[in-house]
């Protein structure tokens, strides 16, 4: 092993052996994209200070063929966030979005490649990163499709409804958490014993990766944004910045008028040397250190010094992500460990490893496949893998135009009301819909020492692709799971409204 620890072909390969054991005969493509670390200051846009940390997208596309369909498809997408806070020896694992398209053979690969995944990190002797502290944090919300566009339109996706996918997840946390018990030899101070809690784990018992600031005192200073972490996408988040800025019943306040800039008269030469300032005098901001000594806040924002993870808790439940009439759950899974293995020497926090690819790839792939394909038929959708697959490799090589968004095409009277307007630009993306970004602004990050990677060929047959052939016996389905996965007609009553009589004329 090497001493930068294990690369991106290693992670792709541990993926493609736990799919070999599942059932069926087929062949398997797997294209993984892995970021290289890059700084991230909007992790806890709240604390004070804020700490430094880095952030990792994961992209994994798995498709899939038979030897009743040549042609591959895709089948399953998953979507990671990395984070690493070195000043605690933390390490978030966000999954943001897992998808199926429900079109390739049953049983699907999604469960088994998420504990692939989860399984790669947890494991202090795979992990690639340099913490002791691990948490793998999801929110659970049933919807039709989340990375596949349009392939809740196939009528071979059944996507669960919302306690089933709450049910699900926890399934595949818990046999994650099992099979790691079973069949990976951990080291002996890892506890990787299961016990789900109801509640929340932003407890103070817990390891928090953020922890508060001492007071003079040496108690902490009670501060909701270093405990509860933002993510894209997530309700948290959402009401941390609602709380943040809570005006606390007032009404939006008057901005406070601008201080009177301070003003330093330059030497002859000095002005001469600065045609700029014309009139001679030099500004100086408000924040300079000279007015009060520091430019930070002297206290949290808002109410997050007086609302504390419990009450924040309770008044999460009553949010409308939560009480829309839907189930929707929050999963965390912490895993401590004392120490890594000695073979994985810690690489610089920043430096990207052999494999990684630019986070703007990452996007760029993302938004084609969100705005670019559709998946809402067989042809549709191996047309979309090829397309994807194909822009994956072109990039990798130098070249490889990418798709732009998906056009209905219009008939012959359509075509001629709208001969004037011109077709969209090949090159035209969208962005894919995301949480707007937080409130809290004002804070610069400084450039990435190191150089952006730049894959190539050799790139993407070493690390980023590869197949598999799988041959094993097919799963026999009891016909009862099939009778209850199958949808029945619901019979709709009509009300028999009983007749009135007629009313009688008076005499």
Request: glycine share 6%.
């Amino acid at each position: 092993m090497s001493s930068a620890g294990p690369s991106v072909g290693a992670l792709r390969d541990a993926i493609l052996s736990s799919l070999s054991h599942l059932p069926g005969t087929r062949t398997f493509h797997v294209n993984l994209l892995l970021s290289s670390p890059r700084k991230h200051t909007d992790l806890f846009p709240f604390a004070l200070p804020r700490p430094k940390t880095t952030i990792q997208d994961l992209l994994l596309l798995i498709s899939e063929s038979s030897p009743t369909r040549k042609e591959h498809l895709f089948v399953t997408a998953i979507e990671l966030s990395i984070y690493v806070l070195p000043s605690t020896s933390s390490g978030i694992v966000y999954v943001t979005k897992v998808d199926s398209t429900g079109q390739g053979m049953f049983p699907s690969p999604t469960s088994t490649a998420i504990k692939a995944l989860l399984k790669w990190y947890m494991n202090p002797q795979t992990r690639p990163i340099p913490v002791d502290n691990l948490w793998v944090q999801l929110f659970a919300r049933a919807q039709s499709q989340y990375l596949f566009p349009n392939s809740a339109d196939w009528p071979g996706k059944k996507p669960l409804s919302d306690v089933r996918l709450c049910a699900w997840w926890k399934k595949v946390l818990s046999d994650f958490h099992s099979d790691s018990e079973e069949k990976v030899q951990l080291q002996s101070s890892w506890d990787n014993t299961a016990g789900w809690v109801y509640g929340h784990p932003y407890a103070s018992h817990s390891p928090n990766p953020c922890p508060p600031p001492s007071s003079s005192n040496g108690e902490p200073v009670m501060n909701l944004g270093h405990f509860i972490p933002s993510f894209d996408d997530d309700p948290k988040s959402r009401f941390v910045d609602e709380i943040a800025y809570d005006t606390n019943g007032e009404g939006v306040k008057s901005p406070q008028p601008k201080k009177k800039r301070k003003v330093i008269r330059m030497p002859s030469e000095e002005r001469d040397a600065d045609p700029a300032d014309e009139d001679g005098f030099l500004a100086v901001p408000n924040n300079s250190t000279e007015d009060d000594g520091s430019t930070a806040p002297k206290r949290p924002l808002g109410r997050l010094s007086r609302v504390g993870t419990d009450e924040f808790w309770e008044r999460m439940s009553f949010r409308q992500e939560c009480v829309a009439g839907q189930v929707t759950g929050f999963f965390t899974l912490i895993v401590s460990s004392s120490s890594r293995s000695p073979a994985l020497a810690a690489p610089p926090p920043i430096q990207s490893q052999p494999g990684q690819v630019s986070s703007q790839l990452i996007k760029r792939v993302l938004s084609s496949l969100m705005t670019g394909v559709e998946f809402s038929t067989i042809e549709r959708a191996v047309k979309a893998t090829e397309t994807i697959e194909g822009a994956i490799k072109g990039l990798c090589d130098g070249v490889g135009p990418f798709p732009g968004p998906v056009v209905t095409s219009l008939g012959p009277a359509a075509r001629a009301e709208r001969a004037g307007t011109p077709p969209p630009p090949s090159n035209f993306l969208l962005h894919p819909p995301s949480t707007p970004p937080s409130k809290q602004s004002g804070v610069t990050v400084s450039p990435n020492p190191f150089a952006e990677p730049e894959p190539s060929f050799d790139t993407y047959a070493t690390h980023i692709h590869a197949s598999m052939d799988v041959e094993n016996a097919p799963l026999v389905r009891h016909a009862e799971t099939i009778q209850l996965e199958q949808q029945q007609p619901v019979t709709v009553l009509t009300v028999r409204r009983k007749k009135k009589r007629p009313v009688e004329p008076e005499a």
